[in-house]
């Protein structure tokens, strides 16, 4: 089995104990992390290796989502970028907690996060992958319409586009380069055959996220003799956190109890009040 290392973005803010929490279980299973950045970042773990992320794509190329100000669509076209111009990585979110080291027999590395949708928060794709091309030639091409989209949405942005109003990426709707492309494209280039069950990614859903986060969620119950990674879901499980117990984990739940396993203070890296953090904002986060 090849040994892979682990690559990141972080576009702005310190890291809070959650990000500190998932980089350090990486390292702590053996695993290489590189973290891109734009700029100094605090709070990194020693041991992480600092990348420019001007070296993947350059700063000028960052693309916010209009709407919500999300750095989301930076972090699809970043990620997939990063898979065809770096050998023997795997993306992984910031928010992504490694339960055992990252690796592939065929290069494929994605998973099922609900009946319907493949996500991209843990992601490795061969460098002849058709599904890694169609990927960087859509995100190259902000003003193309996506075939993923819903028949109502496609026909009002190609009857926009013929009226010469063609809409950028920035203006689509949310997630134009996140799962439902993934999800697509896969399908389309019938390699969603390699992806992986949700108990290996993404154990515990969306839906029971709060889990994670409470005392008596009993999170552990959805885990697997066969699960890799757990996904914390970024942006919503810090403001539960956050507004549920003032930015700092219950000792008693998983989250809690990780960051006691890998020696994470979360006191000295809280999830402040209004913080403006602008992560990788990874492809679940709505």
């Known amino acids: 089995m090849r040994e892979y290392q682990i690559g990141m ?12 929490l998932c980089i350090k279980s990486f390292l702590d299973v ?9 700029g100094p970042v605090a709070n990194v773990p020693d041991g992480v290796e600092l990348c420019d992320a001007r070296d993947v794509l350059p700063e000028d ?14 972090s699809d076209k970043f990620r997939v970028q990063m898979l065809a111009q770096e050998q023997d990585i795997i993306w992984a979110d910031t928010d ?3 339960v055992k080291p990252f690796t592939t027999e065929n290069g494929h590395l994605h998973g099922w996060l609900a009946p319907h949708e493949i996500n991209g928060g843990v992601l ?13 030639d859509y995100t190259n091409d902000p003003y193309r319409i996506p075939h993923w989209f819903p028949a109502k949405i496609r026909n009002t942005l190609i009857r926009d586009a013929m009226a010469g109003n063609r809409k950028h990426a920035s203006d689509m709707p949310w997630g134009v380069w996140g799962p439902r492309a993934l999800t697509w494209l896969l399908l ?6 390699f992806s992986q069950p949700q108990d290996v990614l993404y154990p515990v859903s969306y839906k029971a996220r709060r889990h994670m986060a409470r005392a008596s969620g009993n999170a552990e119950q ?5 699960t890799m990674s757990i996904h914390f879901y970024g942006r919503r499980m810090r403001a539960f956190i956050r507004n549920r117990f003032d930015g700092v984990p219950h000792p008693d739940s998983l989250v809690g109890k990780l ?28």
């Not at 490795?124 to 960087?136: M, N």
Request: proline share 8%; hydrophobic share 35%; net charge negative.
């Open 124 to 136: 490795a794709l061969p460098k002849d992958s058709p599904t890694l091309f169609d990927l960087i």
């Open 61 to 74: 190329e960052i693309i916010l989502h209009n709407r919500t100000g999300s750095p989301a669509l930076h």
């Open 222 to 226: 959805f885990l697997t003799e066969n």
């Open 259 to 286: 960051a006691e396993k890998h020696g994470i203070d979360p006191h000295a890296a809280p999830i402040l009040p209004n913080a403006q953090i602008k992560e990788e904002a990874p492809q679940d986060d709505g």
């Open 30 to 38: 053996g695993q290489h992390v590189r973290l891109y950045t734009y």
């Open 96 to 98: 992504a907690y490694c």
């Open 188 to 193: 389309q280039n019938n390699e969603a055959r």
């Open 9 to 20: 973005l972080w576009i702005d803010g310190s890291l809070t104990f959650l990000e500190q």
